[in-house]
């Protein structure tokens, strides 16, 4: 994981137990509160998996075009 995708777990993880709220997650994470109500359901649905980025791994599926 990276160190973005680390932040975004241990903000979730604070958010999630009450120790701080939505607006100051969103100002520690530099996002809009949306984002944050949104990573913090995705964050209870499936854990640290659900934080990562969904691409990562895969190939691309459009070949990089010679110009």
């Known amino acids: 994981m990276t160190k973005a995708e680390l932040k975004k777990i241990f903000v979730m993880e604070k ?3 009450r ?3 939505v607006a100051e997650a ?3 994470l530099g996002l809009s ?3 944050v109500l949104r990573l ?3 964050y209870i649905a499936e854990g640290a998996e659900g934080i990562a980025h969904k691409n ?3 190939k691309p599926v459009q070949p990089f075009l010679m110009m």
């Open 15 to 17: 958010l999630v137990a």
């Open 19 to 21: 120790q701080i709220k």
């Open 26 to 28: 969103a100002e520690l």
């Open 33 to 35: 509160i949306r984002q």
């Open 40 to 42: 913090k359901n995705k």
């Open 56 to 58: 990562r791994g895969r």
